[in-house]
């Protein structure tokens, strides 16, 4: 059975960083895409960020370009959002997904998703 299960999110001040965690299970880690969504209140699930699960290869949603990295630990199987210069915008409950499919010009969607986790709730005060 496939698990993610996603921690580290909180309440944080504007312009605090957050780092948040994704423990992956039940399917080859160093084998898979894995990304982080996003979904507010009213909102459209949207995509954050991915890895490829070759060459290091990352993707991120032009809103986060710059603040945000995902990283992967093969030794951990966990998936990893280092979440830096944090606005009220980025208030929402991350999910952490696996992939089972890419898409080239980073545009992913929840149609790319083949599994979820439930999400961790990040809040950003201004």
């Known amino acids: 059975q496939v698990d993610l299960v996603e921690s580290g999110g909180g309440l944080v001040q504007a312009e605090d960083s957050l780092s948040l965690s994704c423990s992956v299970s039940g399917v080859p880690f160093k084998s898979v895409g894995l990304a982080w969504f996003r979904q507010a209140p009213g909102k459209e699930r949207e995509f954050v960020a991915a890895?490829?699960?070759?060459?290091?290869?990352?993707w991120y949603h032009n809103s986060v370009k710059g603040r945000f990295t995902i990283s992967r630990d093969n030794a951990k199987n966990t998936l990893y959002l280092q979440m830096n210069s944090l606005k009220p915008e980025d208030t929402a409950r991350y999910y952490c997904?696996?992939?089972?499919?890419?898409?080239?010009?980073?545009?992913?969607?929840?149609?790319?998703?083949?599994?979820w986790g439930q999400g961790t709730q990040v809040t950003v005060s201004s």
């Open positions: 890895s490829a699960h070759f060459g290091g290869v990352t």
């Open positions: 997904a696996k992939l089972s499919t890419y898409d080239e010009n980073g545009n992913f969607s929840p149609k790319n998703v083949r599994f």
